[in-house]
């Protein structure tokens, strides 16, 4: 049977990083410490995938952006001293080899920034697996598909031979805005009824 898809593009929070409630708890944190209003855990959730000062506007709305670099840098200070409490999903490392094994071209589109990207897959010895990576802060965020339309670029791959792997509707509007197909996995940020 040929194969469908040559470029499967993963979301990384709450898709191949079970880190939802890390990320979540840690803006809670974040809004906390600086006194503003602290976000219901299902709000918080809700902005997983996006960028950070996107995130910040969905959030945040009644705060004035001047306060958005305060929140991002006490969020990652509490993201980082979080982030080795969040494991892979069970099966990723495996299931990410036997992928690449079986000849498809993989890739991560993310809202993190690059300096938590480029962290987290040393961590967990997985960068060598991946052959291009888009954060948040170096396309529009989703789910604007500049970060789809860029790894096709890279990667010399058509629209109609990519999936966008992800978690949230964030991934999955994106898929759409590309024009690409989008799988859901209903064990990350958003319920299974809202993918």
């Given at each position: 049977?040929?194969?469908?898809?040559?470029?499967?593009?993963?979301?990384?929070?709450?898709?191949?990083?079970?880190?939802?409630?890390?990320?979540?708890?840690?803006?809670?944190?974040?809004?906390?410490?600086?006194?503003?209003?602290?976000?219901?855990?299902?709000?918080?959730?809700?902005?997983?995938?996006?960028?950070?000062?996107?995130?910040?506007?969905?959030?945040?709305?009644?705060?004035?952006?001047?306060?958005?670099?305060?929140?991002?840098?006490?969020?990652?200070?509490?993201?980082?001293?979080?982030?080795?409490?969040?494991?892979?999903?069970?099966?990723?490392?495996?299931?990410?080899?036997?992928?690449?094994?079986?000849?498809?071209?993989?890739?991560?589109?993310?809202?993190?920034?690059?300096?938590?990207?480029?962290?987290?897959?040393?961590?967990?010895?997985?960068?060598?697996?991946?052959?291009?990576?888009?954060?948040?802060e170096e396309a529009a965020s989703k789910p604007a598909p500049e970060m789809l339309f860029e790894?096709?670029?890279?990667?010399?791959?058509?629209?109609?031979?990519?999936?966008?792997?992800?978690?949230?509707?964030?991934?999955?509007?994106?898929?759409?805005?590309?024009?690409?197909?989008?799988?859901?996995?209903?064990?990350?940020?958003?319920?299974?009824?809202?993918?």
């Amino acid at each position: 049977m040929p194969r469908q898809f040559e470029l499967l593009v993963f979301d990384w929070d709450g898709t191949l990083m079970d880190s939802t409630a890390v990320i979540a708890g840690s803006l809670q944190a974040a809004c906390a410490d600086l006194g503003l209003p602290v976000p219901s855990e299902e709000r918080a959730r809700h902005i997983i995938g996006l960028g950070l000062h996107d995130a910040m506007r969905h959030v945040l709305p009644d705060v004035p952006p001047m306060f958005y670099p305060q929140v991002v840098e006490r969020y990652r200070v509490h993201f980082i001293s979080r982030e080795e409490k969040a494991p892979l999903f069970a099966g990723v490392e495996e299931t990410l080899k036997a992928l690449r094994a079986a000849g498809h071209s993989l890739a991560v589109a993310t809202g993190k920034s690059r300096r938590g990207l480029d962290r987290v897959l040393e961590r967990t010895g997985l960068k060598t697996l991946f052959d291009a990576t888009r954060c948040g802060e170096e396309a529009a965020s989703k789910p604007a598909p500049e970060m789809l339309f860029e790894l096709q670029a890279e990667l010399g791959i058509d629209k109609t031979a990519t999936l966008m792997i992800g978690d949230t509707t964030h991934d999955l509007q994106m898929a759409q805005n590309a024009g690409v197909a989008g799988l859901a996995v209903a064990f990350g940020a958003h319920p299974r009824e809202q993918l």
